[in-house]
């Protein structure tokens, strides 16, 4: 239902409490080994294998039986790191010359290194004793065969991928990625503006990159005008291949305001408690959340910032902005019951600066920009030196 003037503006908490109840992702997917990277593990994996699968040598140098150490050993052959058919087997007083990550003989105990020893001809001598079973990995050491390789949930970097390709592992079970469709709406959007009240569309190649950085699929992303005919059509096959839409513009107050006047009688259109991003709205059609941002290009990408890619990360994994506090360089001031997000930027010395105006407009200072900075709903006034909340953009 409609915002009514006399209740109080939804805060930025409640809002993103009604967006976080609508909104859910679920289903996996099978993903060969290639392109797993950054997706998240949605079932634990068990190695098929032991690992390593065969007992092998840490160190390039001599395979022996430790109870003939130290002493002359006569050396008998060498084994490569590379496929072999036969092991030599060791008598008492021999070595084979080995090499890292070669099998060893299953009557070798020890492996002594090349440093440490000294060859002459088809001798070598070891100086000192060694323990039974130095320089060798037996198999499974590392991981037995059926024991879990990789827990779920679990985001996958080159290291988990090593892991799964020792094991033979061709593929695994993944989250499927969050699928959000983009509709940028205004008359005034043009491909190449050549008349006066035309201008480039900011939002929509901001979102599209919004989405792919938050690890989810920007399956539909397209451009339509004031026209409500228009916007619906397009709204339907948003909905029919997506998770969640996300529009921008058209949800203001006064007239052509194509998304309110298509949605406004199917969810919540309002003010909410925030600068800049206070115009919002929420509908679910057919089952599936769309929420409406406002059309200036930093309340577009602040509110996908604040309501949309928390939810989106928490699904992929994907990494959100470091939070920090920073002390103030210049004082600022932000209206009394709102939640504003200014744009700052790190200086030199540690402190944190302002980075532009508080506008919505300012696209080019939020680009500016290397961190917001929140001011919470009961500060109206900060001054140089004072701490701030800041995220990282």
Same mark, same amino acid.
């Given at each position: 239902m409609?915002h ?22 679920d ?33 390039d ?14 050396i ?47 001798t ?17 050491s590392?991981?037995?065969? =059926? ?5 779920? /949930?679990? !985001? #996958? $970097?080159?290291? %988990?991928? +090593?892991? *799964?390709? @020792? ?11 969050p ?6 709406? =205004? ?5 190449? /503006?050549? !008349? #006066? $009240?035309?201008? %480039?569309? +900011?939002? *929509?190649? @901001?979102?599209?990159?919004a ?8 399956v ?40 309110r ?5 199917r ?102 920009a ?18 701030v ?5």
């Open positions: 409609p009514h003037a006399h209740r109080p503006a939804p805060s930025v908490d409640e809002h993103a409490d009604r967006i976080r109840s609508l909104v859910a992702f289903g996996d997917e099978e993903v060969a080994l290639a392109g797993l990277l950054d997706r998240v593990l949605a079932y634990d994996v068990a190695s098929p294998v032991d690992l390593p699968l065969f007992r092998n040598s840490e160190r140098g001599f395979a022996v039986r430790a109870a003939d150490l130290p002493g002359v050993l006569r008998v052959g060498e084994i490569a790191a590379r496929p072999v058919d036969e092991l030599p087997h060791l008598a008492p007083g021999t070595a084979v010359r080995i090499m890292t990550g070669a099998p060893v003989p299953a009557t070798a105990d020890a492996v002594v290194q090349v440093e440490d020893v000294a060859v002459d001809g088809d070598v001598t070891v100086p000192d004793t060694v323990p039974a079973g130095r320089w060798i990995r037996d198999r499974g590392d991981l037995a065969a =059926g024991g879990t390789i990789l827990t779920a /949930p679990r !985001r #996958l $970097g080159s290291r %988990h991928l +090593a892991a *799964l390709a @020792a094991a033979g592992v061709p593929a695994a079970r993944v989250r499927r990625r699928r959000v469709a983009l509709i940028s709406t =205004g008359a005034e959007l043009a491909e190449h /503006p050549t !008349r #006066l $009240g035309e201008i %480039h569309d +900011a939002n *929509l190649p @901001a979102l599209v990159a989405v792919r950085q938050a690890g989810a699929d920007p539909l992303a397209e451009r339509v005008s004031d026209d409500a005919g228009a916007f619906a059509a397009v709204l339907e096959r948003a909905v029919a291949a997506s998770d969640v839409v996300v529009t921008s513009g058209g949800i203001s107050m006064g007239d052509h305001e194509v998304v006047d298509v949605l406004g009688d969810g919540w259109f309002g003010h909410i408690a925030m600068q800049p991003g206070g115009p919002q709205g929420v509908t679910v059609v057919d089952g599936v959340p769309v929420l409406s941002f406002p059309g200036n290009p930093v309340s577009t990408q602040l509110s996908f910032e604040v309501f949309l890619a928390p939810l989106l990360r928490a699904r992929t994994g994907a990494p959100g902005p470091a939070r920090v506090t920073g002390t103030l360089a210049e004082p600022a001031t932000s209206p009394a019951g709102k939640r504003q997000f200014l744009r700052g930027r790190w200086l030199d010395d540690g402190r944190v600066a302002l980075a532009s105006g508080p506008q919505s407009h300012l696209v080019a200072g939020l680009a500016a290397d961190c917001l900075l929140v001011v919470r709903e009961h500060v109206t006034e900060l001054a140089a030196g004072d701490v909340e800041t995220w990282s953009l």
